[in-house]
């Protein structure tokens, strides 16, 4: 027994020590979801690890809705801390969160994109109207002779003042925001303009514009814009859709295409003058703050001005920022972690 009230002392301070310090289940915030808000927020992570606080969150690009998927799965630690979202979160998706337990979140609206249509510059500029790209694109076209399966292979055959060129058209799956966006401000509105010339038929409206057909002239890229970038230098014939922030990136080698008589910039998106504009956000599992290391600190400082406003640095990777009127009300938000209400 020689020794054995030291061994004691020592265990006993050991377990004080223990006790007085946070024991966290894992060390780096975990963030998955929208592939088109991945850039932004691999760029923050890497900028607020480099502050050597915390370690840099690790960021997976898992696609919008693929993201909302495991998010909202419940509040494990085994379950993301935070889902980036290129479109907001649906009530579906806010019921299956609060079905699962995860009742406490919180919506941060980071900034701007716009979905393009481009090609390389190899080619000409497709000018399109939203029509023209509806029956390109949609899986049934109003015709004289009634709605139909999509007969059309070449542009020329929609207008004879496009291209005579087979419609090539790739872009995301289902699962991607980007296509949710795609669907309601690009189909939607040429769904609109297709059936306005066939005044006999009945346009469909909403969710019934949506579907793609399925014979090879859309081609799905999955959840990877880099992909589309690489097959449209390949083929200069292909057009691609994809968020504005990826066609900045890689202005050297595409071009957007002039949609509905406006070019995408960052400015006509910022203003609303291009009509394919969309806000991005991520979203906080809020029962995760105080247990993983860093998650409170790494929301406040993705909404510092130096981040995500005008002279922040995630401007250089393509952010459209809110404007000066917006963002003081979201970063309070934020830093307050209010939770999202439906």
């Not at 890497?46 to 050597?52: C, D, K, P």
């Not at 040429?190 to 346009?203: D, K, P, R």
């Not at 406006?262 to 703050?289: L, Q």
Request: proline share 7%.
């Amino acid at each position: 027994m020689k020794g054995f009230p030291g061994k004691a002392l020592l265990l006993g301070t050991a377990a004080i020590l223990l006790a007085a310090s946070p024991a966290f289940a894992r060390d780096q915030i975990k963030i998955v979801g929208s592939s088109t808000v991945f850039p932004f927020s691999s760029a923050a992570a890497e900028q607020f690890g480099a502050q050597g606080q915390f370690p840099a969150p690790v960021v997976e690009s898992t696609g919008t809705g693929g993201g909302m998927k495991i998010f909202c799965e419940g509040t494990s630690i085994n379950t993301p801390d935070i889902t980036n979202a290129s479109r907001r979160m649906k009530i579906d998706e806010f019921r299956t969160c609060q079905f699962n337990g995860v009742t406490d979140i919180t919506e941060v609206k980071i900034g701007y994109d716009g979905i393009v249509l481009a090609n390389s510059k190899a080619h000409s500029r497709y000018t399109l109207s939203f029509g023209q790209v509806f029956l390109a694109l949609a899986a049934k076209v109003p015709t004289a002779d009634g709605v139909v399966d999509n007969p059309y292979k070449m542009w020329n055959e929609i207008d004879p003042s496009l291209p005579a060129e087979p419609i090539a058209i790739m872009g995301p799956p289902p699962t991607s925001g980007t296509r949710d966006s795609f669907n309601e401000m690009m189909m939607e509105q040429g769904c609109a303009e297709a059936y306005a010339a066939f005044s006999a038929l009945s346009a469909p409206k909403g969710k019934d514009c949506h579907p793609i057909r399925q014979d090879g002239v859309f081609i799905e890229a999955g959840e990877n814009d880099n992909l589309i970038v690489q097959k449209l230098e390949a083929d200069p014939n292909l057009l691609g859709a994809f968020g504005y922030s990826f066609l900045e990136e890689n202005f050297d080698k595409l071009q957007a295409t002039i949609l509905g008589g406006v070019e995408p910039t960052a400015e006509t998106i910022a203003a609303g003058e291009y009509k394919v504009s969309r806000s991005m956000y991520f979203y906080v599992k809020n029962a995760h703050v105080g247990t993983v290391p860093g998650l409170k600190e790494f929301v406040e400082f993705f909404v510092q001005e130096g981040t995500f406003g005008p002279d922040g640095f995630l401007v250089d990777k393509g952010l459209i920022p809110l404007s000066d009127e917006e963002r003081p009300a979201i970063t309070a938000g934020a830093a307050a972690l209010t939770p999202l209400e439906m």
